[in-house]
Structures are given as C-alpha cells and as structure tokens.
T-cell receptor, first 117, second 111 residues
C-alpha cells in the first residue's frame, strides 16, 4: 500500500489564485481529514469527512472547500489564496465505522508546502 | 474535553532510554491516549496508543498511571533518528472523530 499520498509537495501561488491540493489513500479508510501546520501553532484541523458524500468543518475552515466523491480521494480547494494560507498542509485518514475502529489511529501523508505571495 | 500538557523540550543521550511525560488530568473514562511523532516536518507518524493498560510495540512502550491522569512514552534505546517532536493526544469528541494536536515535546537525541 502507498498509504496517504499528497500532491504536489511544494506550491507557490499569487494572492487571489486558486488551486486544489490532492489527497488519495489506498487503505479503504472511510475517514479523511485536512490539517494545516504553522510555526508555533501545531496542527489545526481544517475539514474532515467520515465517508463519501459527507464532509464537515474543523477548527479553521474559512477559505477552504472540500468534497468527497469517492472513498479514496479528498481534495482541498483554495478558491482565492491569501498570504495567511501560507502553511504546510497534511492529509490524514483512518478506519471509521464499526466497534473495532472507534480508536483507530490516524495515518498522515507527507504534506504539501504552500507559499502564497 | 481532556487536554494534555507536555514539556516543550527534552534531551536524551544516544543509546539511553527516552522517557517522555504527558499530563492529562481531565481525561474521561473512555478516552484513549495516543502518541505520534513528527520528524523534520514530515507527516506525523503514529507510535502507540492505550486506554489503561501498559502497551508495547516495536517502536515504544506506553505506561499509563492507574488513575490515568498521566502517561509516559518510553523509547528504550534512543537513536539520533528519534530526534523529533512527540505529540501526546487524547481523543476528543467536539469535532466528531477528530484528534487535537498540541505543541508537543521536542526530543533531541544527543551523540
């Protein structure tokens, strides 16, 4: 298994541009999520999904959109990039559903480093 | 919601055991303690988790006190590659099935 794959690894955007950060997992995990990590702030949850067709907001959702049309993919969209969105973005997935999955751990991708100028 | 408190940084000599403490005095009865680490801005890596019994796997051991108010992650023979930020997490329910990451402990393994 490749695990959680994020693309691209690096991206530079100008203010106002849009882009989509891709996340795919091949572990058939129902739950997927996006975090951002800024210096001194730790990881903060942006959006999450407990299954195809279901998404919800996390701690810092403003400026980001998500959709979940398949179990494997969970793209994160920036509609109009701002310098405040300069960050490292991590996608994570885990088993969800059923009694044995209640406390299953998160599996992370290696991140996308985004700079907005 | 249970919160965790960790020292911001620790040093450990290579080859010695690294003991990383975590305080979670408000943990509820059905909340698990998880440990992750992050090496040099890579994605966080799962290490171990437990409820109330001590746990051990190929990476580490987790010791949880009987009252569950604190725990210790033990890396039995630390190597330079264990230098990382270590996060102690207690699973919360305010966003469904999500995990909340604090600032963690920066462990430096010294030669």
């Amino acid at each position: 298994n490749a695990g959680v794959t994020q693309t691209p690894k690096f991206q530079v955007l100008k203010t106002g541009q849009s882009m989509t950060l891709q996340c795919a997992q091949d572990m058939n995990h129902e739950y997927m999520s996006w975090y951002r990590q800024d210096p001194g702030m730790g990881l903060r949850l942006i959006h999450y999904s407990v299954g195809a067709g279901i998404t919800d907001q996390g701690e810092v959702p403003n400026g980001y959109n998500v959709s979940r049309s398949t179990t494997e993919d969970f793209p994160l969209r920036l509609l109009s990039a701002a310098p405040s969105q300069t960050s490292v973005y991590f996608c994570a997935s885990r088993v969800s559903g059923g009694p044995s999955s209640y406390n299953s751990p998160l599996h992370f991708g290696n991140g996308t480093r985004l700079t907005v100028t | 919601d249970a919160k965790t408190t960790q020292p911001p940084s620790m040093d450990c000599a290579e080859g010695r055991a690294a003991n990383l403490p975590c305080n979670h005095s408000t943990i509820s009865g059905n909340e698990y303690v998880y440990w992750y680490r992050q090496i040099h801005s890579q994605g966080p890596q799962y290490i171990i988790h437990g409820l109330k019994n001590n746990e051990t796997n190929e990476m580490a051991s987790l010791i949880i006190t009987e009252d569950r108010k604190s725990s210790t992650l033990i890396l039995p023979h630390a190597t330079l590659r264990d230098t990382a930020v270590y996060y102690c997490i207690v699973r919360v329910n305010n966003y469904g099935q999500n995990f909340v990451f604090g600032p963690g402990t920066r462990l430096s393994v010294l030669p």
